[in-house]
């Protein structure tokens, strides 16, 4: 018999109760608690075993389904020079043909875009011909244009340049918002500016052509706060801002002031995400939230209002709305997440409605949250 056997063979033959009643009281309870805490532990350990199992039950079974049904479609081509821009935090910037990227369906995991640090998070993304420049307003509402073909251009997973760095921003000073100005394919007259609260100015476009002097004061954040969005317009269409609550108010472009105008009231906890231009009723809206849900909002059951500075109404029933465009069935929409996870996938995907709706999946977040939204309407057929 070995030493190991002959120990534990003596250790069966310990009558341990009779020997826990002879022990001091004390002692009796300290052993009695070791008891209490051995078993606990038993009992987490358990737990713990049993939701391995689960998770690893849920990951085959996801990974089954995503073997059964493939996560890519036949993707549209776009011309060489259309590309898509990502920006993070700190003003890191990137642009990478919309070709290197391949339409999934809406739900998907998407793939890993910009290359950043997790304190870096992408705040913004839009789609522009490599002819096109970008206009950014800082977050003291200074305006700069840049062309786009001098962004750096990288493949889909690109670290970029800085952009803060390019334009001498002072220290407390950040990019607020982007928009792509393509003078040859788009004769919009009109710039919107919206800020944080609501605050919403029109300018002709001149003021921001080719000859715009760098740093020109475009939006007071004394007056309003931050510059909080911007889009192009006809200067005869509707306005559409909405909130991060969900709320939206429409009102005609006409009834803003040179001044600026009270849009859409706001509340101290909630915020402007986004600003657009609604030429009619039949016109549609793509909303998308942090948690990955999207849902394309028909303007017919969404009617303008008399003057502008209303509360607003719900436009999509949420707490963290991020993302506002224009998007028909034809069109096709990119989602982006902090931490840098693109998807392309078809705007059809995501049913119209005339009502207020939670919405649909349109990206698998996974811990992650959805921050920005950008429409892209594919060539003609030749």
Do not use: W
Not at 189 to 206: D, E, M
């Amino acid at each position: 018999m070995s030493e190991s056997e002959r120990t534990e063979a003596s250790r069966s033959e310990i009558d341990y109760d009779a020997l826990i009643e002879k022990a001091s009281p004390a002692l009796r309870l300290y052993i009695g608690r070791l008891e209490q805490e051995n078993s606990r532990l038993r009992q987490e350990i358990l737990e713990l075993r049993q939701l391995v199992v689960r998770r690893q039950r849920v990951e085959t079974a996801r990974e089954v389904r995503e073997e059964a049904a493939p996560v890519t479609l036949a993707t549209i081509r776009y011309p060489d020079d259309v590309m898509v821009i990502s920006f993070t935090s700190r003003g890191l910037a990137k642009r990478t043909p919309l070709n290197g990227y391949s339409t999934q369906r809406r739900g998907g995991v998407g793939v890993f875009d910009i290359l950043s640090g997790r304190d870096d998070p992408v705040t913004q993304l839009l789609v522009a011909r490599d002819s096109a420049s970008l206009l950014i307003l800082s977050t003291r509402g200074r305006a700069f244009r840049v062309p786009l073909d001098t962004v750096p251009l990288t493949e889909v997973r690109g670290r970029g340049g800085s952009l803060p760095e390019r334009l001498m921003f002072t220290s407390d000073e950040a990019i607020g918002c982007a928009l792509a100005l393509d003078d040859e394919l788009d004769d919009r007259s009109n710039l919107l500016i919206v800020t944080s609260s609501g605050l919403v100015r029109a300018v002709h476009r001149t003021y921001v052509g080719p000859r715009l002097q760098p740093g020109t004061l475009l939006c007071d954040p004394k007056r309003g706060g931050a510059p909080a969005a911007m889009t192009l317009s006809n200067g005869v269409s509707d306005v559409l801002i909405a909130l991060r609550s969900g709320v939206g108010y429409r009102f005609d472009e006409r009834l803003i002031r040179r001044e600026g105008t009270r849009g859409i009231q706001t509340s101290p906890d909630d915020t402007v995400v986004g600003i657009i231009s609604v030429s009619s009723d039949e016109d549609e809206v793509l909303l998308v939230t942090a948690d990955g849900q999207g849902t394309r909002r028909q303007m017919a059951g969404f009617s303008a209002n008399k003057a502008p500075g209303g509360q607003g109404k719900v436009l999509m029933k949420t707490e963290a709305l991020v993302g506002i465009a224009r998007a028909a069935e034809g069109d096709e929409a990119l989602c982006i997440s902090g931490f840098a996870k693109i998807i392309r996938f078809s705007a059809a995907e995501v049913p119209a409605k005339s009502g207020t709706v939670q919405g649909v999946n349109v990206l698998d977040t996974r811990g992650d949250s959805l921050v920005a939204l950008a429409v892209v309407t594919p060539p003609l057929a030749e």
